[in-house]
Structure formats: C-alpha cells, structure tokens
C-alpha cells in the first residue's frame, strides 16, 4: 500500500510539474498558432488572417503602438509565380488570381534616433502547399508549430521584456506573411517600409527555434553583417554550442534586409525530420529552449543598447557560389552539423536516398569519385550527375564507412 501511495504521490508531481511547464505564455501562444483550427496558416487564407488578429491583440496586450498601414496591419496583394522557378509580382488589383498577405507591426517608441527591427514569419504551408516533404495520400494539415509559431511566440516574450526596457532604441516588433511563397512580407515591407529605413539600426530574426536539441546547438547567421556582432554573439552564447555563419543571406526574412545593407542576426535550431511535414506538431517543441533563447537574444540587445548605430558590412554571399543541380538525393541536411561531411536529418519517401538505403544520420562523406567535406562539397558533387546516372555514395554510418547505390 505504502508503495502504492509513493508511487501515486510521484506520479502527480511529475503531472503537476508537465503542467506548470508548458502553461507558459510561449506555449500558449504556440498552441494557439499550431492549432488545426487555423488549417496551417497559408498566405491569403481564413486561417492566416485568423493569426494575425491573434498576433495583433498579443501586440496590443503587451503595450504596442501600430505601425501598420492600416493598425497593426500591413496589407500587400501579389500574383503567385506559376512556375517553381517562376516568381510571385505584387499588384495593386485584386482579383480572382491574386493573393493577398497580411504583416503585423508593432512599435515600442522610445523616441530614441535608431529603431531595431525583431521579426519572425507566421505563416506556413496550410495543407500542404508547394515545399511540403509529406508524400501521404490523405491530405492533411500541416501546423508549423516549429516553422514558424515558435519565433512568433519567442518575438512576442521578447516584445514584453522589452517594454520599458534598453530604452536606447525604439523597436519595430513585426510578424511577416508570404514567408513560405518567397520572403514576400519582408519583401514588401522593406519597400514600404512604415518607418524610414534609414533609421535602422540591426534587424534580428527567428525562424525555427522551437527544436532546441541535448546539445544546445543553436546557429547564428549574418555575425559577418557588422564589424561588433561575433563579440557579442559569443559573449553571452556560454549556454549553447554556437554555430556561426557570416553571411547575411539565408532562406528567410532576415535576407530582405540585408540586402538593404542592414545589419542582421538570425536565430535556428536547425531542421528535422518533422520540417514541412504534418507532424510539425506543438507537442513536440522545447519550451524551455525558447525561453533561453529569449533571454539569450534579449542579452544581446541589452549590451548593445548604448552603441549607437550599428556600421554595416557586405559579406561573402554563399548563395552566388551555390552549384546548379538537376538531381536530388531527396534528403534533409543537418544544417547544425559542424563535422566533416554533410550528416543527413531526414529522409524522403520513394527518393533515390531512401531506395539506396540511406538513412537519417548518416553522413555523406563521397559521391562517385568526388569527396563531400561540407554543404557545399556536397552541392558541388551533386551538380555533376543528371537524372539516370546511377553512382556510389560514401557515408559514415556510426564508426563504419557505407558503399551504397544511388539511382537519381
């Protein structure tokens, strides 16, 4: 009996605790943005709009100011591309073939001469738009908790700390729509910007941050983009294992703004093997983690309240090096990887890696005759096969070197 109750006693506490874990307002915020009532968040949908009215009210919560066109909100209509290599174009008419996408911007005014723009995108790729990894026959959809309510919820508790605080900027604290088409809401805004962009200090981003792993890894892009940011990216980063990236072009928002020669920062626990799948699920994101990078980004704009306006710098552009390929293995690459090799997180259904018997974490150390040393050996021996060349891929599985057929 006395066993029983020990055991009873052991197992409320450890519910009681699971339950003041996760009833966190960044959970909270997850869980609303993550839920299937909102279908997955597209751009231009019912669900969509449904999170931007959810985003404003939190902005209003907190205290901030709108800095929309129109409120909080800044409406941008476009044409979406009709091809994969195509492009989306804005329009200023609305029809049956046009879109339109919804930012949110809030403002704390510290009436300071330099403002900090924190963004994070909230839309996602509702039921399975184009970049869906899901190969399922049911349709299904797909929530995004991770991709991307978790920088969403991470921008809004930076928004609260803010308030009142490091009062040697103002902050723009903005939510971008049409991520997922192409950058379309960062895009926009950076064209018709509701402040002048001159006035810019630094642009700081969160795409991905609710998958921070045992580890710690959390990887920091654009500390090339001004001459102080590696200082104080490493000053306050003893509680991750830091990946640094120079460059200031990447696959999300921060890249609108580098481009015009803003300095930026951007935030990512790296990619898994739930990326663009249904099973980007809130259940399955590191609350914890979220909250110790917000204190972390917090830390961040604390030391660099009192410096002025950030200088800017061009980095190397990794993307004008990057390879063209007509093939794919049908893998996700473990961007956090800091090894030699490119280690794989994910796997494709019905792919030439999957047929080969490629699997997640092994690490692809040669592709025919050419070694992989990194991402970009990996893409440059990528580009030298063509659909219907069969090769032999090297990997490192474990301690063990694997010889495996690759069909493309």
């Known amino acids: ?24 307002q960044i959970y909270k915020d997850v869980a609303f943005l993550a839920d299937d009532k909102l279908e997955g968040r597209s751009t231009g949908t019912k669900g969509e709009k449904a999170a931007a009215d959810y985003i404003a009210k939190r902005f209003q919560e907190i205290g901030l100011e709108p800095k929309g066109t129109n409120g909080y909100f800044q409406d941008f209509t476009f044409k979406p591309k009709t091809h994969p290599h195509g492009k989306a174009n ?15 911007v809030g403002f704390i005014n510290n009436h300071a001469p330099y403002t900090i723009i924190i963004g994070a995108h909230y839309d996602h790729l509702g039921y399975g738009d184009e970049g869906s990894l899901y190969r399922g026959k049911k349709v299904q959809v797909h929530n995004g908790a991770d991709d991307n309510a ?18 040697g900027n103002n902050y723009i604290i903005m939510s971008f729509s049409g991520e997922e088409m192409g950058l379309l809401g960062s895009n926009y805004f950076v064209k018709h910007a509701t402040l002048s962009l001159d006035s810019v200090n630094y642009m700081l981003n969160m795409d991905m941050v609710g998958r921070l792993k045992k ?13 102080y940011f590696k200082q104080v990216v490493e000053a306050y980063g003893d509680k991750f294992k830091l990946i640094e990236k120079e460059s200031g072009v990447g696959p999300t928002d921060h890249t609108s703004f580098y481009l015009n020669d803003i ?26 983690g979220m909250e110790l990078i917000s204190s972390y980004i917090f830390d961040i704009v604390t030391d660099l309240d ?15 090096k990057t390879p063209r390929f ?15 090799g490119m280690r794989i997180d994910g796997v494709s259904e019905d792919k030439p890696a999957q047929k080969a018997g490629i699997k997640k974490g092994d690490v692809v150390i040669q592709l025919g005759e050419l070694k992989v040393d990194d991402m970009m050996g990996y893409m440059k021996a990528l580009s030298k096969f063509k659909k219907g060349d069969t090769t032999t891929a090297k990997v490192l599985r474990g301690k063990e070197i694997v010889e495996l057929k690759v069909t493309f």
């Open 150 to 167: 978790s920088g969403v919820s991470v921008l809004l508790d930076l928004a609260k700390k803010l308030q009142g605080a490091n009062t």
């Open 90 to 104: 804005y329009t200023d008419s609305i029809d049956k073939k046009t879109i339109t996408g919804r930012n949110v």
């Open 263 to 288: 300095p930026v920062l951007h935030f990512f626990t790296g990619q898994h093997e739930d990326y663009h799948r249904p099973s980007d699920d809130y259940d399955k994101l590191n609350y914890k």
């Open 215 to 227: 580890d710690n890894a959390l990887a920091v892009y654009g500390v090339g983009t001004s001459p």
């Open 306 to 320: 009192d410096n002025g306006k950030m200088a800017f710098r061009k980095t190397k552009n990794e993307s004008d």
């Open 1 to 24: 009996m006395n066993r029983i109750l020990i055991l009873t006693f052991f197992a409320f506490l450890f519910s009681f605790k699971s339950f003041a874990q996760i009833e966190t």
């Open 326 to 340: 007509k093939v794919t293995l049908g893998v996700v690459p473990d961007y956090m990887y800091d090894g030699k």
